[in-house]
C-alpha cells in the first residue's frame, strides 16, 4: 500500500486549495563525540541551509570538476577529447559547452547589450606553460599566480572555459568588462545557459585569482541554476570539502538518523544516487522529538538543531575538524508542544530560524538573528493544526516554501514570498503522503545541483522525489530498514 501511495504522490499536481490553514499574515520584513552537558546562552547571505551539495569533483571529464589553485588536473596533462571550434572562432571548447555558448551569445545580442565576442578558450598544458611564464617574467611569480593558473591547474585545459568579451572589443581581459552592458547582463543570466563568471569580485581570497568578469565557467545548466538560486558566488563555496572538509556532516546529500541506542549516524550519499554504509559520529542521542541538518552559524559547517521532549532546543555546532561542540540552549520551555521545521524563511535574515506552531495552530516565524538564542516570534498565519512542515524552495525561485502534509496525506505547498510570508494560493502538489513519517530535503545525491525530498515511509523504506521548478522530477527507492531509526530533517 505504501508503494502504491508513493507512486500517487508524484502523480498528482496542480490544483487550488482553500482549505485551512488560511492565508498567512505577510510580515515587513562533542562533546565531540557524543552529547555533551547543557550550556545555555542568552539569547543577506544565501550560503546556508543548505551547504554544499556534493565532495568536490575531480573527475576532468566531469562538466562538475573542480580545478584550482589546490586542486590540480589529474592527471595533469588531461585533454579532452570533444574540442570544437567554437563559433568558427578558432578558439576550442567542449561540444556541449560551445553549444550553449551559442545560446548565451545569442540571449546576450537579443536583449541589445551590444553583443559578445571570443577571446580564449582551450589551451593545453603546454600551451598554459608557455602563458604562465610570460606572466612571471613580465611581473613576477607572486603577481602572476593572482592572474594566471600554472600548467596543470588551469581550468582552460578543461576546455569548459572561455573568456569572452564586448563585440566591440573594448574593456577585453579588463575588469571594466563587469561595467558594460554585456558584462552586467552575462553576470544576471550566464547560470541560464550553464555558465558561471568563475572569479567574481571580492573572493580572491576564495578561488585565488583576482576578479574577471570574462572568464566564464561552463558547469551545466543544474548546477549553475542551483549556485544562483542558493546565493553560491564560487565553487569553492558550493562544493563541500573547503570549510567541511573534515566536519563530521559534509554534505547536503548525506543523511543523518539517530538509532534506538542514541547513536548519531551519517550514512553518506553515493555516486549512483544511494546511501552507502552508517558512519557513527555521536553517541547519546534518546529522548529526541526530531532534530534538524542545518548551519545555525552560517560558518560553513553543519550543525544539528534538536528537538527534545523535555521541551528545549539545543544547537550542536559542528565543527571543522570533525565532532560538535555542547549544546547551545536557543529555545526552553513547551518546545516539545510544537510542531516545527528549520530553514532561511525570508531574505531580510542570513541565518535559518524555524517556522512552527503550537497545538493552536497559529503559524509563527522565530529568527535566529545572531546564530544563538531565537528571537521574538511573528505571526505569519492561522489553521495549520495537524500539518506536518518541511521548508523546501518548491518553486526553485530562490524563496523557500512550506510543504504541509495534512493527516489525510494531502501534501500542500504555501508558497513563500521571500519575505517571511507567503505569495499567491495553495496548490496540492501530492496525495497519498500519510504513509510517510519523515520529508528530508536533500542536495546533490542524483547529481551536482539536484534537489529533492527523502521520504522515510511507515514500513521503513526511503524513496527520493527529485524536485525540479514547481513539479517533481525523479522518483525512486533509495533505501529499506529503516524502521528503528529517527531520521534528521
Excluded at 300 to 327: C, E, H, K, M, T
Aim: hydrophobic letters at 40%; a neutral charge.
Amino acid at each position: 500500500m505504501a508503494a502504491c501511495a508513493v507512486f500517487l504522490a508524484v502523480a498528482v499536481a496542480g490544483g487550488l486549495i482553500s482549505a485551512v490553514p488560511a492565508s498567512a499574515v505577510a510580515a515587513p520584513v562533542s562533546a565531540h563525540a557524543a552529547l555533551a552537558e547543557t550550556a545555555t546562552t542568552l539569547a543577506v547571505p544565501a550560503t546556508v541551509n543548505p551547504l554544499p551539495s556534493v565532495d568536490p569533483i575531480g573527475d576532468p571529464a566531469s562538466f562538475s570538476v573542480l580545478v584550482n589553485k589546490s586542486r590540480p588536473l589529474n592527471p595533469a596533462g588531461y585533454a579532452p577529447s570533444d574540442l570544437i571550434n567554437a563559433r568558427g572562432s578558432g578558439q576550442y571548447m567542449r561540444a556541449e559547452a560551445a553549444a550553449w555558448l551559442n545560446g548565451l551569445f545569442q540571449g546576450a545580442a537579443d536583449a541589445g547589450t551590444g553583443g559578445l565576442s571570443i577571446v580564449s578558450g582551450y589551451r593545453s598544458y603546454a600551451q598554459q606553460q608557455q602563458v604562465y611564464s610570460y606572466y612571471v617574467s613580465i611581473y613576477g611569480q607572486a603577481y602572476a599566480d593572482t592572474i594566471s593558473a600554472r600548467p596543470g591547474y588551469s581550468e582552460h585545459q578543461t576546455g569548459l572555459a572561455m573568456d569572452i568579451g564586448n563585440a566591440a572589443g573594448n574593456c577585453g581581459l579588463s575588469t571594466c568588462f563587469g561595467d558594460t552592458a554585456a558584462g552586467k547582463w552575462v553576470a544576471a543570466n550566464a547560470h541560464k545557459y550553464g555558465f558561471i563568471v568563475r572569479y567574481p569580485n571580492g573572493y580572491t581570497g576564495t578561488t585565488g585569482y583576482s576578479y574577471e568578469p570574462w572568464h566564464l565557467r561552463y558547469v551545466g545548466v543544474a548546477l549553475a541554476t542551483d549556485m544562483n538560486r542558493r546565493g553560491f558566488p564560487t565553487l569553492e563555496h558550493y562544493f563541500a570539502g573547503n570549510t567541511a572538509a573534515a566536519a563530521s556532516i559534509k554534505s547536503g546529500a548525506d543523511l543523518v538518523a539517530a538509532d534506538a541506542s542514541g547513536r548519531l549516524l551519517r550514512y553518506p550519499a553515493t555516486a549512483a544516487g544511494g546511501y552507502s554504509g552508517a558512519i557513527q559520529i555521536g553517541s547519546g542521542w534518546t529522548a529526541l522529538k526530531q532534530a534538524f541538518v542545518v548551519d545555525w552559524d552560517i560558518d560553513g559547517v553543519y550543525d544539528i538543531l534538536a528537538q527534545w521532549n523535555n521541551g528545549s532546543l539545543g544547537v550542536y555546532r559542528g565543527l571543522p575538524g570533525g565532532g560538535f561542540a555542547g549544546q547551545v540552549v536557543v529555545g526552553n520551555g513547551g518546545w516539545d508542544r510544537m510542531t516545527i521545521t528549520v530553514g532561511k524563511w525570508t531574505h531580510a535574515h542570513g541565518r535559518p530560524g524555524v517556522v512552527g506552531y503550537f497545538p493552536d495552530g497559529v503559524l509563527r516565524y522565530y529568527p535566529n538573528t545572531f546564530g544563538g538564542a531565537l528571537s521574538a516570534p511573528q505571526v505569519i498565519g492561522k489553521g495549520w493544526n495537524g500539518m506536518e512542515l518541511t521548508i523546501a524552495d518548491w518553486e526553485g525561485d530562490g524563496a523557500n516554501d512550506i510543504l504541509a502534509r495534512t493527516p489525510s496525506g494531502s501534501l500542500i505547498n504555501y508558497r513563500g514570498d521571500g519575505w517571511a510570508g507567503f505569495f499567491g494560493p495553495a496548490t496540492t502538489v501530492g496525495t497519498g503522503w500519510q504513509y510517510m513519517r519523515v520529508l528530508a530535503p536533500g542536495f546533490g545525491l542524483t547529481g551536482a545541483g539536484t534537489r529533492g525530498i527523502t521520504a522515510q515511509t511507515a514500513d521503513g523504506n526511503l524513496y527520493n522525489y527529485g524536485l525540479g521548478r514547481g513539479q517533481w522530477t525523479t522518483y525512486g527507492q533509495v533505501g529499506s530498514g529503516w524502521n528503528s531509526l529517527k531520521l534528521f530533517k
